[in-house]
């Protein structure tokens, strides 16, 4: 009993206090994959702030993104020139979203949104590999998979990078949605379309608009995640990672979804590491579920969730 | 046709609207507000105020509703086409029934989308100067979520909101809902002295005829879907049926007592 006590509470950090290095190590790869999920958790954020659509097809829009730029690359395009493209393919897939999905289902439950996503998610999936192949691919954008050592501690060059975009994708973000006009429109739209409807907001722009910044964000996380491990058809699985993330940060809150996504980053790197000899491993394939459940029993909202405002 | 001008700013003719392609629920309505009045549409739970307000604005076809016949006309242009937010930008802005603040946003974030249809900064400035000018008591909530401020903040903030769009004609659906009679008095002297200083027309839907016939000078009863009644507002309060039916008066204008109450309801038949 007590030496489970031990290996449990006592032997875990003892290692950590004994290898600094490696433990900053670890810390830096759970962020790392933290900033990822955050990535793709953001975009469902994005369409669920706007529209209260939950949007199963994010994960393949990553995917879709990615090949798309891929392919593009493959043919010779300069990387800048695919990156351009790739955000118009984006914004036409928004427009064509609004147009032939969200439109002539306006004003249907949200479970039918749902449902059309869920479609939406088949169609891309198939879209995507009739256009460009299902075979895995190289994703290389010219920024070297290396790592330096500092201090003793090895930086990987293609996660700081990605780490670095990230952060200046949330800055951006979070700029939009609470300085701008259209970022003001979208979170009226979110709180009560019929009332942002009465004072003239078009909702159709802002479908589009969301929709076309939801698919930016999809690029940024599909070249992170290619980068890192291919193109290919598990890309859109990550969307399952992003659910846990949405819960712990609630589903309407941008820097939410950067808190959640590292909290489980880092929590499944250092759970696998220290604590995974004790169960056999595989930590990091549960561990954000159950974080998750924990969450929804004490705190449905998530940490940074809009709490239902209730007059009495 | 009732208008005393010969061209009115807004003129419903004949309007039919159908819900989900079979529930008829307004029948030959017509009304007009004149340029800078206020009009009051008097009636029941159920009249048909609130569609008859939606189908101006555009609104009702979030609820599946549709203007199937008839027409509707701002400065002769007919609107019952339009998309809400084209409705808007031809200075016609709704207050809707029960406020609809955005709860999440502060109140100045509120007033602020107010002015999504306009995109010049600085006349947005003025313009939420002048709210603040008009409801003095948002500017000390100016900072607060508009979920936790009080009701009659809130009704505040929806018509500062839509204030803000600069319309010409404002549709204002039960300001008075769930409001103390003194918030509801501060509320309509506002809207009174908006009208007066700002030249907003205002069509007012609401339940409290006492309230609305005071600042409105021509007024509409509403019953079942169709227009009943019409005249000035002084007429109007005057009308026998009106001062039992909806003034809570007896027929010599004393003020209604519960100890005489009738135990059966006299039911007034229109015949049009």
Known sequence: ?312 | MPGDTPRPLLAVSNIEVIYDHVILVLRGVSLAVAEGGIVALLGANGAGKSTTLNAISGLLRTERGEVTKGSIELHGQAIHRHDPSAVVKHGVVQVMEGRHVFEHLTVEENLLAGAYTRRNGQATRRDLDLVYHYFPRLTERRGFKAGYVSGGEQQMVAIGRALMAQPTLMLLDEPSMGLAPKLVAEIYEIVARLNREEQVAVLLAEQNATMALQVAQHGYVMENGRIVLDGDAKTISQNEDIKEFYLGLTGVGQRKSYRDVKHYRRRKRWLS
Request: glycine residues 10%; hydrophobic residues 60%; neutral net charge.
């Open chain 1, 1 to 312: 009993m007590l030496d489970l006590l031990y290996a449990v509470a006592v032997a875990p950090f003892r290692d950590m206090a004994g290898a600094p290095a490696f433990l900053i190590e670890v810390l830096i790869g759970g962020v790392f994959a933290g900033l990822m999920y955050s990535l793709v958790a953001l975009g469902f954020v994005l369409i669920f702030k706007a529209s209260g659509v939950f949007n199963f097809a994010q994960g393949v829009m990553v995917l879709f993104a990615a090949l798309t730029l891929v392919g593009l690359l493959e043919r010779g395009v300069p990387v800048l020139v695919a990156l351009a493209l790739t955000t118009v393919v984006m914004v036409a897939l928004a427009f064509a979203i609004e147009r032939l999905v969200l439109r002539p289902l306006v004003n249907q439950a949200h479970i039918i949104l749902f449902m059309a996503t869920i479609g939406l998610n088949f169609f891309l999936e198939g879209f995507g590999e009739m256009l460009w192949g299902a075979n895995v691919k190289k994703l290389d954008i010219g920024i070297p998979d290396r790592s330096f050592i500092v201090r003793g501690v090895q930086i990987n060059q293609l996660e700081l990078t990605a780490a670095a975009t990230a952060a200046v994708l949330v800055t951006v973000l979070a700029v939009f949605f609470q300085r701008t006009r259209i970022g003001r429109a979208l979170r009226a739209v979110a709180d009560d379309h019929e009332a942002a409807l009465s004072i003239g907001v078009p909702l159709r722009t802002i479908w589009v608009v969301v929709w076309s910044v939801a698919g930016v964000v999809a690029i940024v996380a599909g070249l992170m995640w290619g980068a890192k491990s291919g193109v290919q058809f598990s890309l859109s699985l990550i969307a399952l990672k992003a659910l846990p993330v949405l819960i712990l940060g609630g589903f309407e809150s941008v820097p939410g979804a950067i808190v959640g996504g590292l909290i489980i980053g880092v929590g499944e790197k250092l759970g696998e590491v220290y604590w995974g000899p004790l169960v056999g491993g595989a930590i990091e394939n549960w561990f954000a579920y159950v974080l998750a459940l924990a969450f929804l029993l004490a705190r449905p909202q998530g940490l940074f969730g809009e709490k239902i405002i209730e007059r009495v």
